[in-house]
């Protein structure tokens, strides 16, 4: 029950303030309304430090189903825990995704672009092709996982005080150099709850929810989360170790 509540409230810190950014940024009357993709690269980035510091001292803080499953596929979590880290994480995104609407219930009211009402909530590709934009998001997502999997190795002594900010650099880092194609969902749970959630709720002049693009932020992740970590544990950590 411990990593489960955890792994909750730290994926609902994750999609509040990742979200909220994005809200920030994007709907009508915010005082940050148009402050650009460096606002929102950078407050994913603070959010998720942020969110890995409040939940990681009892799960670890994956907050990711993707990234879950990266570290099942090498063994370094059970299948059982695995399913309890990712029903943490897909309870806590879906009441993230409520609270992000109660904090900006006045500006999803005043939002008359359906477009933008969804992209506070969920992600879009910038040029669409579903092929491609999995590709993209596994890509993007392969280096997250390496990433995590770098920062708090034994042997690098980044991991123990400084590592989940050093996790939040890395999700600044993937915003401002990968991610202006798809909005770089790299987590299942970050863009597919929210998007049922926004699919729920009574906004005015929303549109619909866009379940055509849903599979690119799912799909992609797992396939990038799992292909980085194994190439980690099989490849670059033997190659490193020779």
Partial sequence: MNVFMAELFGTLLLVLLGCGVVANVVLKHSKAENSGWIVI??????????????????SGAHLNPAVTLGFLAIGGISAKTAAIYIAGQCVGAF?????????????????????????????????RNTKWNIISEAITTAVLMIG???????????????????????????????????????????????RIVH???????????DWGYAIVPVVGPILGAVAGALLWQHVLIPVFTL
């Fill in 148 to 194: 995590i999997l770098a920062i708090f190795n034994v042997n690098n002594g980044i991991g123990a005080g400084f590592g989940p900010y050093a996790v939040g650099i890395l999700v600044c880092t993937l915003g401002l150099c990968l991610g202006g194609n798809t909005g770089y969902a790299v987590n299942p749970a970050r863009d597919l709850m929210p």
């Fill in 199 to 209: 699919a729920l709720l009574p906004i005015k002049n929303k549109g619909d929810s």
């Fill in 41 to 58: 690269s950078l407050g994913w980035g603070f959010g998720v430090g942020i969110a890995v510091y409040a939940a990681g001292w009892v």
């Fill in 95 to 127: 009441l993230g995704a409520i609270v992000l609407w109660l904090a900006f219930k006045q500006h999803f009211d005043e939002t008359t672009d359906p477009g933008l009402i969804l992209a506070a909530f969920s992600t879009g590709a910038a040029i």
